[in-house]
């Protein structure tokens, strides 16, 4: 059975940090991609940072400078270091999983992230 299942999120002052954490049971998490996804209320969901199986890394440019993306072979489990927060980082935080050239994608449940003074 797939699983994803993320962690860390939670209420935070403006410039503080967080760090998400997504622990995947069910596949061969090695050769996945994986990938943040964040949703504010109101808005669409949004692609925040993607690792690829290989390490490679990219950031949408709000996130740019603030955010890491990280994955742990060895624990099945992909992070994300939020740093630096603001209000408009609040949303609900997705992990993602894709099998680059197959159909094979899943996602997690999310993880709420709130930053407010």
């Known amino acids: 059975q797939v699983q994803l299942v993320e962690s860390g999120g939670g209420l935070v002052q403006p410039g503080g940090s967080l760090r998400l954490s997504c622990a995947a049971s069910g596949f061969t998490f090695s050769i996945y991609s994986m990938r943040w996804y964040r949703q504010a209320p109101g808005r669409e969901r949004e692609l925040v940072a993607n690792?690829?199986?290989?390490?490679?890394?990219n950031y949408a440019d709000s996130v740019k400078g603030r955010f890491t993306i990280s994955r742990d072979n060895a624990q099945n489990t992909v992070y994300l270091q939020m740093n630096s927060l603001k209000p408009e980082d609040t949303a609900i935080y997705y992990c993602?999983?894709?099998?680059?050239?197959?159909?094979?994608?899943?996602w997690g449940q999310g993880t709420q992230v709130t930053v407010s003074s």
């Open positions: 690792i690829g199986s290989a390490g490679t890394t």
């Open positions: 993602y999983a894709r099998r680059i050239g197959t159909a094979f994608t899943y």
